[in-house]
Structure formats: structure tokens, C-alpha cells
């Protein structure tokens, strides 16, 4: 059974850093893009990150670019968000996703709909 599971939120004070993980088990991450969303009491769910096949190829929201980085590991079968310069903006609950990508190494999206598979999400809350 696929399964993406996340862990690393939790609270933190503005201009704090949290890692976030993405954990895949019953299926391997090398034939998926990688994206990671979240989620605002009362707002849309956004794309925050993503990230291709081939890591080299990455996309960041604006509100975030300089501040997050993703990454994969793929021998771990992890996909990461390190995420510094936490403002209270940043508070939702975060999902990774995957969508599979055996066409293109270094395509990914921050379309919501274009992912097949997610996680439960992992809660993030930065305040004082």
C-alpha cells in the first residue's frame, strides 16, 4: 500500500527553522515528483515546493523562495523541507504529495491536482 507519512512540525517562534520529512513506504520515490503543500485554517491548501526526479529541478511559492529548501533522498526514500525565517504567515498544516514522473526527470508542479497520493499532514505553527 502506498503511503507518504510527515513529521518534523510543531511550534516555533518567528524566525525560527523547522525540518519537515516525507516519508514513502510501498512504493519507491525515484519515479515521482515531489511536492509539498499546506493548508490554513480557512484558506485554500497552496503549493509550497516541489521537486523533480532529477533534484536538480525545484520550484518555490514566492512568499517562501529564499527561505525554504526541498530535497530528496532518495536511498532514504525521504523528501525534506527545510524551512528557516519562520513567520507567523507560515502557520498551516503541511502535506507532502507525489505524483508519478517516468516521462520527465526534471518535471514538477505546484498544481494540487496533479498529485495522486498524500500524506496525513503535519502541523506547523510559528508564534510567540
Known amino acids: 500500500q502506498l503511503q507518504l507519512v510527515e513529521s518534523g512540525g510543531g511550534l516555533v517562534q518567528p524566525g525560527g527553522s523547522l525540518r519537515l520529512s516525507c516519508a514513502a513506504s510501498g512504493f519507491s520515490l525515484n519515479a515521482f515528483a515531489m511536492g509539498w503543500f499546506r493548508q490554513a485554517p480557512g484558506k485554500e491548501r497552496e503549493g509550497v515546493s516541489c521537486?523533480?526526479?532529477?533534484?536538480?529541478?525545484?520550484y518555490y511559492r514566492d512568499s517562501v523562495k529564499g527561505r525554504f529548501t526541498v530535497s530528496r533522498d532518495n536511498a532514504k526514500n525521504t523528501v525534506y523541507l527545510q524551512m528557516n525565517s519562520l513567520k507567523p504567515e507560515d502557520t498551516a498544516l503541511y502535506y507532502c504529495?507525489?505524483?508519478?514522473?517516468?516521462?520527465?526527470?526534471?518535471?514538477?508542479?505546484?498544481?494540487?491536482?496533479?498529485?495522486?497520493?498524500w500524506g496525513q499532514g503535519t502541523q506547523v505553527t510559528v508564534s510567540s
Open positions: 521537486i523533480a526526479r532529477s533534484d536538480g529541478t525545484t
Open positions: 504529495a507525489a505524483v508519478l514522473s517516468t516521462s520527465n526527470w526534471r518535471w514538477c508542479t505546484l498544481g494540487q491536482y496533479d498529485y495522486d497520493y
